[in-house]
């Protein structure tokens, strides 16, 4: 295992395209256009999005068909969140990190965090033996804990236990404990979905929430094999900080959303550049970070829960500030017309995050 200090000697740009070409950050393209997600054509947010329809969305937005005064404007928000690596440390923290990212993924688009409900689907292996219910429970009580959290309702779900199997060694082996968290929710007016691809030059970029020392699953400890066991965890104020910026959203104030999770602020920054076609410019002086976040590595590819990059036009800056100010946010950086990719030590163009994040060479 390899301390933080090895981080130092690490190359933040080779790290950016190890991760976006991880097959669980790259694109799911050829997978998404295999199946219909068109949905009767009532897609308002798509599982694609940007210029070129292949930026990854946070969530679909569907428009039923209400014919009911007052509604016809009304949609839904469907989104989810997984990360089974975190249960390898403690599944409370992944049931956690489930739920925060579903709601995060649904406040990004416009979802309403008051008008939301979750499902769970736990796979597991077989409950009857103490150190696989052990796990279970603990990641039953973290749903628990992250739904009073954000005072939503779970209304339904599944599970699919005794995944295991028998290895050449005779051994019984389960799989890996992975919960799946599915959010659905109202989004009053679908004209104000927002997607996550950076919209134009010149807008301001803002952080949503505060970055910490928790690289327990994360991409950069999996890599590196860093000595890391603290995984993300259920950031103070999360149902306050998501209504205000669903507020922000409401109002107009918001060009494109895009929340922050595997990889972290690099890999975030890198996706919205790369749906857009335009280049991002950060200051990771200007990231708020705690304490224990000493180190550039750490705030680019931390994986902290209730975090979100914001664009906002210039004109909006006020009044967005206005709304967020009870919230950790800043103003970090800008979107730029030429297409290049700069954050602290990283400096990349946007054909090449591109190409990582799509497979090609």
Excluded at 163 to 173: F, K, M, P
Excluded at 190 to 217: C, P, R, S, W
Aim: hydrophobic fraction near 45%; aromatic fraction near 6%.
């Amino acid at each position: 295992m390899r301390g933080l200090q090895s981080l130092a000697n690490l190359n933040a740009t080779q790290i950016l395209l190890k991760f976006l070409a991880n097959p669980n950050v790259a694109s799911k393209e050829a997978i998404i256009r295999r199946y219909d997600h068109e949905v009767q054509g009532g897609m308002v947010v798509k599982p694609l999005t940007g210029i070129h329809n292949h930026g990854p969305s946070d969530a679909a937005v569907l428009k039923p068909n209400v014919k009911e005064n007052g509604r016809k404007r009304q949609g839904i928000v469907l989104s989810n969140g997984i990360n089974p690596f975190y249960g390898e440390f403690d599944p409370f923290a992944m049931a956690v990190s489930a739920v925060d990212e579903a709601i995060r993924n649904a406040v990004a688009v416009g979802g309403d965090p008051d008008r939301l409900a979750l499902l769970d689907n736990f796979c597991w292996g077989n409950p009857n033996l103490p150190d696989r219910l052990g796990g279970l429970v603990r990641a039953a009580k973290g749903c628990y804990e992250a739904a009073r959290a954000f005072d939503v309702p779970f209304i339904s779900g599944k599970d699919s236990l005794n995944n295991e199997y028998i290895g050449g060694d005779g051994q019984r082996t389960p799989i890996p404990g992975t919960l799946l968290i599915s959010a659905i929710a109202i989004i009053p007016d679908i004209e104000q979905a927002v997607t996550m691809d950076a919209k134009n030059a010149g807008d301001f970029i803002y952080i949503v929430g505060e970055t910490h020392n928790e690289l327990g699953g994360s991409l950069l400890a999996t890599y590196y094999n860093l000595m890391a066991s603290t995984p993300p965890t259920l950031p103070p104020h999360a149902l306050a900080t998501a209504r205000a910026l669903y507020q922000a959203i409401s109002h107009g104030l918001v060009r494109a959303c895009h929340d922050l999770s595997e990889g972290g602020l690099a890999v975030a920054a890198a996706e919205m550049a790369l749906a857009g076609g335009l280049g991002l410019s950060l200051d990771l002086a200007c990231i708020p970070i705690a304490n224990e976040v000493d180190q550039p590595l750490i705030t680019l590819f931390s994986e902290s829960n209730g975090r979100w990059l914001v664009e906002v036009l210039p004109e909006n800056a006020l009044a967005f500030e206005e709304t967020m100010k009870a919230c950790v946010v800043a103003r970090c950086g800008e979107v730029t017309a030429e297409p290049c990719l700069k954050v602290g030590p990283i400096g990349v163009e946007v054909g090449q995050l591109d190409a990582a994040w799509r497979g090609k060479k």
